[in-house]
């Protein structure tokens, strides 16, 4: 079966959807592959702070209903060391700028409710996806469904398809320079049904090791403990885990207790940092996780991708209103200059908070220091806030119907 479109979108994350939306909002038709299940892409668990550029585009947009409703506005996050508690105050340090926290599922959900009920095709559950002669005029992507083979013809492919995805493999050999870091520790992380510890989200370091508290409603909480990254997940029943989060964040006030209930889902979750340059060839361009991955640590992940999304949609809005190429030509290194910044933010943070197994004593000893200045400093402080609420769109994007 053969479909005409003007942009075939190969992956249903937050990238894929919101470009497709923001393409809707122009009159530029779509059509988007899936390999997975709706039911899939909805719940898988991810992210869950946005910054407060990505609170804008939402609402912008005309997505942002339910998340004004039901996501939980942030002014600060906590940050404990030394069995001390300090407090990081966004909208004092950003000129009023906050988080929100509201999980990169309930995004999902509400572009995909916004898509179906436009009556814009999203082909889920899909097989054996090829991208194909992209560095043409007319690139193709293939793929199977129901035993049928399928063809969509397309003015440009968006690559949306995450980290272990097919369009980044497509490109030629040695047209892409990938920068890669990995960690020497992981998170494990549970869902639990319990009420929060904490008011806002809390990073903790602790001579045992890194822990976060976090949470996704006033009954969820998301909390992680620092593990190696071969660690068994086996090893964590759900009674040491509990008695190893109290013990990485306890100051020794009143209030340290950390809440109990069921636990939902458990996993471990590896740190890396990845970019690959460029970012597009030909007619095919990357976005999201499928060109970029940060550690945790910065909260980064889902808002780049929403970065690449703005910047995308505008170029491809410009070409399609006048013919002018300048914006697509540039979109990598547009994007790359965010991207580079917000691995540097994630990259400080991690290494600041984590235990490193390769750590001297005056290693140590100098962390504690850069803790203390960063949480002491009006300087350090309105650092850290400016990158957490995130750095601003550039000017291109200034003024833009988003």
């Known amino acids: 079966m053969k479909q005409r479109t003007q942009v075939g979108i190969v992956g249903s994350g937050p990238a894929g959807l919101l470009l497709a939306h923001l393409l809707a909002r122009r009159g530029i038709d779509s059509i ?33 209903e339910r998340m004004l409703r039901e996501g939980l506005v942030h002014n600060g996050i906590e940050i404990r060391f030394s069995r001390q508690r300090h407090r990081i105050d966004f909208p004092s340090q950003t000129g009023g700028k906050r988080i929100t926290v509201y999980g990169q599922g309930e995004v999902v ?39 049928d083979e399928h063809e969509i013809a397309c003015d440009f492919i968006a690559g949306c398809d995450g980290f272990h995805g097919i369009c980044r493999q497509g490109f030629p050999e040695g047209a892409l320079t990938v920068y890669e870091r990995v960690y020497p520790y992981a998170w494990l992380g549970i869902l639990s049904e319990s009420t929060p510890p904490a008011d806002e ?30 660690e068994d997940i086996d090893n964590w029943p ?3 885990f509990w008695e190893e989060l109290e013990l990485r964040t306890a100051t020794g006030g009143g209030d340290d207790h950390i809440p109990v209930g069921p636990v939902l889902q458990k996993g471990i979750t590896p740190m890396r940092s990845f970019v690959v340059e ?37 170029a491809l809005a410009g070409f399609y209103k006048t013919g002018d190429s300048r914006l697509l030509d540039g979109y990598s290194a547009r994007c790359l200059r965010r991207i580079w910044k917000a691995q540097r933010f994630s990259w400080w943070m991690t290494t600041m908070l984590h235990l490193s197994p390769d750590d001297t004593p005056f290693d140590r000893r100098r962390q504690i220091a850069e803790l203390d200045y960063v949480t002491s400093s ?5 650092t850290l806030a400016e990158n957490y609420v995130g750095l601003p769109f550039d000017d291109a994007s200034a003024g833009s119907d988003t």
């Open 278 to 314: 460029p970012m597009q060839c030909g007619r095919l361009f990357l976005a999201g996780d499928s060109a970029h991955i940060v550690p945790p640590t910065g909260a980064k992940g889902m808002n780049l991708a929403v970065a690449d999304i703005r910047y995308l949609a505008e």
């Open 378 to 382: 009006e300087a350090a402080m309105r």
């Open 238 to 240: 759900d009674e040491r």
């Open 109 to 147: 959900k509400d572009l995909i409710d916004a898509r179906l009920d436009a009556g814009d095709p999203i082909h889920f559950e899909v097989e054996a996806t090829s991208v194909h002669d992209f560095d043409g005029d007319q690139p193709q992507i293939r793929y199977r469904k129901g035993g």
């Open 32 to 64: 988007i592959v899936e390999d997975r299940s709706r039911d899939y892409v909805e719940n898988r668990v991810r992210a869950g702070v946005l910054e407060q550029g990505t609170v804008d585009t939402l609402i912008k947009v005309g997505v942002g």
């Open 201 to 230: 989200v809390s990073y903790c370091h602790s001579e045992r090791g890194f822990a976060l508290l976090s949470l996704r409603s006033p009954t969820l909480s998301r909390l992680y403990v620092q593990v190696d990254p071969d």
